[in-house]
């Protein structure tokens, strides 16, 4: 399985992006799927999950402003981001979990930088 994040770029404060992450092979179940985001120095942060049954679970400091969503069609997880903040700016990677804590699948990281 192979994850391939896109979508992130340079936006100015209170401007949206939208993320996507294609994923190749065979993922028959999961238990979440999700996005995470780190700043050099800093440990990963949870952004956004989004559960085998459909329920979703964001960081405190996206609520109200990220919406995960998932095409199963496509193998294609999105997320859109709007009203950015330069507090926002992160390499954004996706994950699928299939075993808690015993298997995962990482995409390579996408660039979101906000400008004030």
């Known amino acids: 399985v192979q994850l391939q994040a896109s979508g992130g770029g340079v936006v100015q404060a209170g401007g949206s992006l939208r993320l996507s992450c294609v994923a190749t092979?065979?993922?028959?179940?999961?238990?979440?799927m999700g996005w995470y985001r780190q700043v050099p120095g800093k440990q990963r942060e949870l952004v956004a999950v989004?559960?085998?049954?459909?329920?979703?679970n964001y960081g405190d400091s996206v609520k109200d402003r990220f919406a995960i969503s998932r095409d199963n069609a496509k193998n294609t997880m999105y997320l859109q981001m709007n009203s950015l903040k330069p507090e926002d700016t992160a390499a954004y990677y996706c994950?699928?979990?299939?075993?808690?804590?015993?298997?995962?699948?990482w995409g390579q990281g996408t660039q979101v930088t906000v400008s004030s």
């Open positions: 994950n699928v979990e299939v075993v808690p804590g015993l298997l995962d699948y």
């Open positions: 092979g065979s993922i028959f179940s999961f238990n979440h």
């Open positions: 989004i559960n085998d049954d459909g329920s979703t």
